[in-house]
DNA sequence: AATACGCCCAACCGCAGTGCT
DNA sequence: GAGCACTGCGGTTGGGCGTAT
């Protein structure tokens, strides 16, 4: 039996206050982020080190983009769901500014949403046949989302590599069952990790988080066995 | 004005992965 | 290799808020 993260007796729950907030952050400025097990009792925090660090990754480090979602966003966010499926950290990590729990409650408040509409599943990003397309609006195209041109090259290559993420888009199956007119998903993943001309060192001393991500992303994605994903490399 | 309803989002929970002893 | 501690992830919950009735 393990033993619970924390003894939750002496912690507070639900939200946070703004002394909390300023404890959290000041400790994090004085001595960097890690060791979330003791950092509560370090930083004088009766919270849990989980809920710390949800707090420091979701809402309080500095390089957080806050604010609506863009265009461009949401069309990567729906490519990337595609093809990574529910892993909303490896989504995050190419939003730069955007955290997993952002993402993955935008999927699942307005793109799912957005996706129904226009008659896709958005489990498996396929055309739903048992909605209606062309009636709905957005279906026939006056969305300016980019991602719905007709382009079925990427979703080609990835049907045979699907492999674990067996709801990925399965172009072979495609070819056979639905219709051409299906609104395409255009993976062409041209977006990359905020580059610059800093060297790895210096990156990481201006946004040590944004290049911890970018780093797991590449490794994960060099990891992967589909080699759809190497077009994010 | 009061109530019901639905949506959004911060936070929690439990499990899996990883590293250390 | 086993056991443990710690971290990270994804699913879920629930409170707050806006809108509809």
Redesign the pocket.
């Known amino acids: 039996m393990?033993?619970p993260?924390c003894d939750k007796r002496d912690t507070?729950?639900?939200?946070?206050s703004k002394q909390e907030d300023q404890k959290l952050i000041d400790y994090i400025q004085k001595h960097g982020e890690?060791?979330?097990?003791?950092l509560p009792q370090a930083a004088g925090l009766l919270r849990c080190?989980?809920?710390c660090?949800?707090?420091w990754i979701?809402?309080l480090r500095p390089d957080l983009k806050r604010g609506n979602f863009a265009e461009d966003e949401e069309d990567l966010i729906i490519k990337l769901h595609a093809l990574l499926g529910?892993?909303?950290?490896?989504i995050a990590g190419r939003l730069p500014g955007r955290t997993?729990?952002?993402v993955?409650?935008?999927w699942?408040?307005?793109l799912r949403r957005k996706l129904l509409k226009m008659g896709i599943d958005p489990n498996n990003h396929r055309l739903n046949q048992n909605l209606p397309r062309s009636q709905t609006p957005d279906a026939s195209g006056s969305t300016s989302s980019s991602s719905m041109k007709t382009n079925m090259t990427l979703a080609d290559k990835s049907s045979r590599s699907a492999g674990d993420h067996p709801e990925v888009f399965d172009a072979e199956n495609v070819s056979g069952d639905i219709p051409r007119d299906l609104p395409d998903l255009n993976l062409d993943l041209t977006i990359s990790v905020p580059s610059s001309s800093l060297t790895k060192v210096e990156e990481e001393e201006q946004n040590p988080y944004a290049s911890k991500v970018a780093t797991?992303v590449a490794r994960d994605i060099e990891n992967a066995e589909s080699p759809t994903l190497l077009l994010f490399a």
């Open positions: 393990r033993k993260c507070n729950k639900g939200a946070w890690g060791s979330w097990r003791t080190g989980k809920s660090r949800l707090r979701n809402y529910n892993r909303w950290s490896l997993d729990n952002e993955k409650n935008y699942n408040s307005h797991k």
